[in-house]
């Protein structure tokens, strides 16, 4: 669960534009159309009440779901600069 924990505390502490940036990488790999992705991405106040509001139980059954791999290479989405 520390690493959980990490992940939600370094996800909140970015700034809008990496966490919009990285976010928008990670639609752009999973074939979302850039349009539809910026709209979504366009509330900043809503993805940080999202992301604050995960528990790191909420993030154990995403990594379960989605696989380590494929989580930890979201993640490097996420974090990588521009």
């Given at each position: 669960m520390d690493r959980?924990?990490?992940l939600i505390r370094?996800?909140?502490s970015m700034d809008?534009?990496?966490l919009r940036e990285g976010l928008g990488r990670?639609?752009?790999?999973?074939?979302i159309?850039?349009?539809?992705?910026?709209r979504y991405l366009s509330d900043m106040g809503k993805i940080?009440?999202?992301?604050?509001?995960l528990t790191p139980e909420d993030?154990?059954?995403i990594?379960?779901?989605?696989?380590?791999?494929n989580m930890n290479q979201i993640l490097n989405e996420i974090r990588r600069d521009g």
């Open positions: 959980e924990q990490d370094e996800l909140a809008d534009e990496a990670v639609a752009e790999s999973m074939g159309a850039p349009g539809l992705a910026a940080r009440e999202t992301v604050l509001g993030l154990g059954k990594r379960d779901h989605l696989g380590e791999e």
